[in-house]
């Protein structure tokens, strides 16, 4: 059974930093490319960067220079840095497989960018 839990939101303020980080388990992690995905209010869910099994990664334009994504395949955790954040990057943020797999989502963690 394939469990990804993430963590590390919160509420920062415009121009802050968040690292966020996601658990896997029930996967072969090393094989798979993984992702970050968010979903803001109303608005569709989107990709916002990626990272294939090799570490090759690969980023939205829109956080493309501000946010960093890295992968520790012996811990099977996926994260993603978050620098000189803005007030449009609040939404919930998941991991999943890249591309995804529907039954993988989880509850996500939510940032929150807000002066």
């Known amino acids: 059974q394939v469990h990804l839990v993430e963590s590390g939101g919160g509420l920062v303020q415009p121009g802050g930093s968040l690292r966020l980080s996601c658990a896997a388990s029930?996967?072969?992690?090393?094989?798979?490319?993984m992702a970050w995905y968010r979903q803001a209010p109303g608005k569709q869910r989107e990709l916002v960067a990626g990272i294939s099994s090799g570490g090759t990664t690969n980023y939205a334009s829109s956080v493309e220079g501000r946010f960093t994504i890295s992968r520790d395949s012996a811990k099977k955790m996926v994260y993603l840095q978050m620098n000189s954040l803005k007030p449009e990057d609040t939404a919930v943020y998941y991991c999943?497989?890249?591309?995804?797999?529907?039954?993988?989502w989880g509850q996500g963690t939510q940032v929150t960018v807000s002066s």
């Open positions: 999943n497989l890249l591309p995804p797999v529907r039954t993988y």
């Open positions: 029930g996967i072969i992690f090393s094989i798979n490319a």
